[in-house]
């Protein structure tokens, strides 16, 4: 009815249900019933009234990351690739380009296409990282991406450049400030490796700065290992 088209609190709601019907949906494989959803939310915000409400906006950030770890996982990346181009699109509105929630789901739909895409996963990384270089949780979240592609592509044969040992000991530095030394090995290992390797390249600045840290947080650098043969 015309008197409830722009009550908020009905939209949100509508929004969240989409979410969880679009969750189900994927679960199911139904790619129609997706497309369906995503258009009722293409609907809901060509509203005036909803086009610039935040939690609509991350309600349909949420249906995007869903999609997008379900379709990676089936190796659909024109559909991945279509979900990150509908957070750009969200993220490149005014109001919401500044909102931490939605710059996290972001970052959480480019992890699921570090592997296939990772020269275009590191760019997006370290767009983050420049814009919420104030943000704790994105430094965090965004440095994870940028040391699994430098662990990647610095055990393949192929000369691979995406991340820089620099760029990625920056990262790995944020990875252990945040996770310690105590953290689990899977993740403090590639971390020390990442920050040994900066420091063999050049002993001087941020890479000595950060090698002193693990020091003195009680790393002994003989301790960890070499990295594991190149393959292809």
């Excluded at 939209?11 to 995503?38: C, I, K, Q």
């Excluded at 609907?43 to 869903?66: W, Y």
């Excluded at 750009?88 to 931490?100: E, G, P």
């Excluded at 995406?162 to 993740?187: C, K, M, P, Q, R």
Aim: proline share 3%; charged share 20%.
């Amino acid at each position: 009815a015309a008197a409830f088209r722009e009550d908020p609190e009905i939209a949100l709601r509508e929004a969240m249900t989409v979410v969880n019907v679009t969750n189900h949906a994927v679960v199911l494989g139904d790619w129609s019933r997706v497309d369906a959803m995503l258009a009722r939310l293409d609907a809901l915000r060509s509203v005036a009234t909803f086009r610039e409400d935040r939690d609509i906006a991350l309600e349909e950030a949420k249906a995007a990351f869903n999609v997008t770890i379900a379709a990676g996982s089936t190796g659909d990346w024109s559909r991945v690739c279509a979900m990150l181009a509908r957070l750009d699109a969200l993220r490149s509105t005014a109001v919401f380009r500044d909102n931490r929630e939605i710059a996290l789901v972001q970052i959480r739909a480019i992890q699921a296409m570090t592997h296939h895409a990772p020269e275009d996963s590191a760019r997006r990384a370290q767009a983050l990282l420049l814009q919420f270089h104030d943000d704790s949780q994105v430094q965090f979240e965004a440095s994870l991406i940028l040391l699994s592609i430098y662990t990647a592509q610095r055990t393949s044969a192929a000369q691979l450049n995406f991340v820089t040992t620099t760029a990625a000991a920056n990262a790995a530095h944020v990875v252990f400030t945040a996770a310690g030394n105590d953290s689990a090995e899977a993740l403090r290992i590639p971390v020390l490796q990442v920050i040994r390797d900066c420091y063999v390249n050049d002993p001087s600045g941020d890479c000595a700065r950060h090698y002193e840290l693990c020091r003195r947080a009680g790393v002994d650098f003989n301790q960890v290992p070499d990295w594991p043969q190149s393959s292809s």
